[in-house]
């Protein structure tokens, strides 16, 4: 009898949920959908093997770390719309085709980690825009 080591679909009832940290595990497959999840603000996934697909998730997070996975498609271009985005690290997985530049000019970033993916495009630096140039 083999053992699962993926998420139960039940974690998206914990409505209240800040902070969801199940990094360095031995977590594996799709994740479930988190969108409903609207109070979630911090995400760490690291060193699990998630994947393929980018995971659903609510618009308000403020920490979002793949880092570390399996995910081999494309970064959604609506993650352009976490405004209160300031840490997001997708290094270290699969990840193919362009990279949303707009990523780039969200309000909030701080720390972004894109590093050992499969990205298509090239980011420029006028791409990059902080206030009060």
Known sequence: M??????????????TLRVLDL???????ELPHLK???NL???????NTFGPHFP???????SLVLRNNSFKLSVPFNLS?????QRLDLSLNGFVGPFPPSLLS???INYLDI?????TNKIHKGACHESGE
């Open 2 to 15: 083999s053992t699962t080591h993926d998420l139960p679909t039940s974690l998206n009832a914990l409505h």
């Open 23 to 29: 990094s360095n595990n031995q977590l594996f497959g």
């Open 36 to 38: 409903n999840l609207e």
């Open 41 to 47: 603000q911090v995400l760490n996934l690291e060193n």
């Open 56 to 62: 659903s998730l609510p618009t308000k997070l403020v």
């Open 81 to 85: 719309s976490f405004y209160l985005l």
């Open 106 to 108: 969200l309000p909030s």
């Open 115 to 119: 590093s050992s993916n499969k990205f």
